[in-house]
């Protein structure tokens, strides 16, 4: 949750992209109790979307959804194929916990890693948008 909390504060919009069946509300209740549910400007289901990661349209309903695009949003994940996804939509990726064969413009071994990733820094004037961290990363 402290990685979350100091991503908002240097103002990235942050957002779920996750294939879930569960209702939205029910999610963000488990994010709530976890202490790190007002940090999410939007939260993509494939329930609601009518599509699954790694489709292209997934991630591009999720910049989109906040008034961005793709060039202002990055994409962390773990698995190979949603990275590809994510890839494909126009994004950068960033892998987390990952897939062994996962292809990501970088690799983390810690999530509190992303704050500090030099290339966040120098991506600072063009990305605004953290996306998507599925819920299975925190």
């Known amino acids: ?13 942050l957002g779920i992209i996750s294939d879930t069946a569960t209702p939205i509300q029910v999610k963000l209740s488990w994010f709530d109790r976890g ?3 007002d940090v999410f400007d939007t939260f993509i289901s ?4 009518g599509t699954r990661k790694p489709d ?9 959804k906040v ?11 773990h698995k190979a194929s949603e990275l590809s996804g994510a890839r494909k ?3 950068a990726t960033i892998a987390f916990n990952y897939d ?4 990501a413009d970088i690799f983390i071994q810690n999530f509190s890693d992303l704050l500090n990733l030099k ?20």
Request: charged share 25%; proline share 1%; net charge positive.
């Open 119 to 138: 290339i966040l820094n120098s991506w600072a004037e063009r990305v605004r948008v953290m996306f998507m961290i599925g819920y299975a990363l925190m």
């Open 67 to 77: 008034g961005l695009r793709q060039e202002e949003s990055v994409f962390v994940g």
């Open 35 to 37: 202490g790190f549910g």
């Open 100 to 103: 062994k064969n996962a292809r």
């Open 89 to 91: 939509a126009g994004m």
């Open 1 to 13: 949750p402290e990685t979350l909390k100091a991503l908002k504060k240097k103002g990235f919009v």
């Open 56 to 64: 292209s349209l997934i991630y591009q309903e999720a910049y989109r």
């Open 46 to 49: 494939s329930k609601e979307i």
